[in-house]
């Protein structure tokens, strides 16, 4: 069962950037989609930007052009690279594992095996 931990959440201004980091405590190529999600308060966790191990990443509408997710291999990790951040993107940030090959509008929590125990961002206007 891989461990998934996350990191790089924060407080910024609105037009800022964050790098979130997972580290996996198993080879990441082993799970063929990961992805980060993102659960605001009182709203349902939604998936932001998935990757498969053949290169493909997937994002949401609502930060296409601003976020980029990336894997480096060689250390386990998954990356999510936000920029132009607004305050609706705050929320905790989940990284996940073993994810369904779902279009990712359509991804829900029960599509993905195993989370992180997630990391808080804050975007303040």
């Known amino acids: 069962q891989v461990q998934l931990v996350e990191s790089g959440g924060g407080s910024v201004q609105a037009g800022g950037s964050l790098r979130l980091s997972c580290v996996a405590s198993?080879?990441?190529?082993?799970?063929?989609?990961m992805g980060w999600f993102r659960q605001a308060a009182m709203k349902e966790r939604e998936a932001v930007a998935t990757?498969?191990?053949?290169?493909?990443?997937s994002y949401v509408d609502s930060v296409q052009g601003r976020f980029t997710i990336s894997r480096d291999n060689a250390k386990n990790t998954l990356y999510l690279e936000m920029s132009s951040l607004k305050p609706v993107d705050s929320a905790i940030y989940y990284c996940?594992?073993?994810?369904?090959?779902?279009?990712?509008?359509?991804?829900?929590?029960?599509?993905?095996?195993?989370w992180g125990q997630g990391t808080q961002v804050t975007v303040s206007s």
């Open positions: 198993d080879y990441i190529n082993n799970y063929y989609r």
């Open positions: 990757s498969v191990t053949d290169g493909r990443v």
């Open positions: 996940a594992a073993l994810c369904a090959g779902k279009p990712i509008a359509t991804l829900t929590y029960t599509d993905c095996g195993y």
